[in-house]
């Protein structure tokens, strides 16, 4: 299989997981911290100035959320493999690595630098605990998704044998992260 095509399904496998997980926590947040989390906010800040968002009603507006939500989960993911070639080591341990590096490059670098929300720094802990989690389970499981998609065989899914261009590791964690 194609590996950014592999990414792609596997960063959506993530958003499914990711959303799961962010509304199980989002109900353990402190209630002076359940405003909309970032996805809501992100959409509303960047769609609501064309109007379209006036124009939908609540359940529409959740669904673009979420089309918007899984649309970036899978376009990340479609770029996971050729950081995990280049990384190496356990699918999961690379995913999740990736999926902080996500968060930091989203929420510390280009949605605070192009005005959308203000860095993670100024959000309340607890919220920045949660996204920081959901970006775990994210990246763990777009990571092991992505290595089973590209493996050909039970071995480089397993752990056996590297991608082709994966940076030579011990066989204990060599696989397609």
Known sequence: ?????????AGLAGTVAMTAAMRAMFRALPEKD????????????????????????????????????????????????????????????????????????SYLGWIPAMRI??????????????????HVVWGGVTGVTAAFL???KKEDRSGGEAMEGARESPPVIRELA
């Open 150 to 152: 590209v493996g050909g």
């Open 34 to 105: 359940r405003y909309p989390l970032p996805p809501r906010l992100i959409t509303d800040r960047v769609v609501g100035p064309t109007g379209l968002m006036d124009a939908l009603d609540e359940p529409e507006r959740r669904d673009l959320t979420l089309a918007l939500h899984y649309g970036y989960g899978a376009a990340a993911g479609a770029l996971y493999p050729v950081v995990a070639r280049r990384v190496g080591g356990p699918a999961v341990v690379t995913g999740i690595g990736y999926g902080l590096a996500v968060w930091g490059a």
């Open 1 to 9: 299989m194609n590996h950014s095509v592999a990414g792609a399904i």
């Open 117 to 134: 929300l203000t860095p993670a720094t100024q959000h309340p802990r607890a919220r920045n605990g949660l996204m920081l989690a959901a």
